[in-house]
């Protein structure tokens, strides 16, 4: 029992995934009591119907991480047989998970910035994953794990980490405020209006031709198919009659603005 545990947590370690101890449920059963057989027989590797129960109960707890003691599927065991073998294998499973690598190699994906003036830098605090993007909220990307960041524009931006980890996706979004910027090379920013906020029924954007318009709450939830606009001679106009009350992020490719209604 000793080598297959070992043999399991160099697997578990190479493989950076976690393992049941079913073995070790089994041996903790076979110690507390010797006279119970939970084989199909002497010398038969192959557990009956106790044993399989217990088993069952251990990858429940190790897969959920929640205890299996009360379920009321206990196939041919007696109650007192099944609730035995339950609590005995959520002990084994839940009192040491780190033991069977449970949750020690989880995609985790978070980051942290700091801000100088126009300029963000952004440092990546993941763990356990193949790769990863950022999206800057400006239009801007990188597959760095940590970068540095110009803004070119006044405003407030969604930044959004994305981890993979073989076929897994996480993300992680955080708001981040621009107040102070360098000289924009393509737009002058200052003649930006954007009016009233907070607002009510509409918005009127002046001073820039506005494309790719997007809006989120502060929850990233895209509300965008919820707004219209047209062109009018003071600039866009957007109608936002459709946006229930709260605070918004007024996104296009080249600034973002907070705004609430």
């Not at 049941?20 to 009591?33: F, H, Q, S």
């Not at 002497?42 to 990858?59: L, Q, R, T, V, W």
């Not at 003691?69 to 047989?81: A, K, R």
């Not at 909220?137 to 980890?165: C, E, M």
Request: hydrophobic share 35%; with cysteine; net charge neutral.
């Amino acid at each position: 029992m000793d080598l297959i545990r070992s043999n399991l947590e160099y697997l578990s370690d190479s493989t950076k995934l976690f393992f049941t101890p079913a073995g070790e449920v089994m041996r903790a059963a076979w110690n507390n009591n010797q006279t119970k057989m939970l084989w199909g027989g002497n010398g038969d590797i192959h557990p009956n119907a106790k044993g399989s129960y217990m088993i069952a109960c251990a990858f429940y707890a190790a897969i959920f991480q929640k205890s299996s003691f009360g379920t009321y599927i206990i196939s041919t065991l007696t109650q007192i047989e099944a609730s035995n073998y339950q609590q005995l294998a959520d002990t084994i499973v839940l009192n040491n998970l780190s033991d069977w690598r449970i949750n020690t190699y989880n995609q985790y994906t978070d980051f942290n910035y700091s801000v100088n003036q126009s300029i963000v830098t952004f440092n990546n605090t993941s763990q356990n994953v193949d790769s990863l993007s950022w999206d800057f909220g400006d239009g801007g990307t990188s597959n760095n794990p940590a970068i540095t960041h110009n803004y070119i524009s006044s405003g407030t931006f969604i930044v959004t980490l994305t981890t993979y980890k073989g076929e897994c996706l996480e993300s992680k979004t955080k708001i981040i405020s621009i107040l102070t910027v360098g000289i924009d090379k393509h737009n002058d920013k200052s003649r930006i209006n954007i009016s009233p906020n907070p607002f009510t029924d509409k918005i009127l954007i002046e001073g820039y031709t506005i494309k790719d318009i997007s809006i989120f709450n502060l929850s990233g939830q895209d509300f965008s198919n919820q707004i219209s606009f047209i062109y009018t001679a003071k600039g866009m106009e957007i109608n936002t009659s459709n946006l229930p009350s709260g605070g918004y992020i007024l996104k296009t490719k080249s600034f973002a603005n907070f705004i609430y209604k």
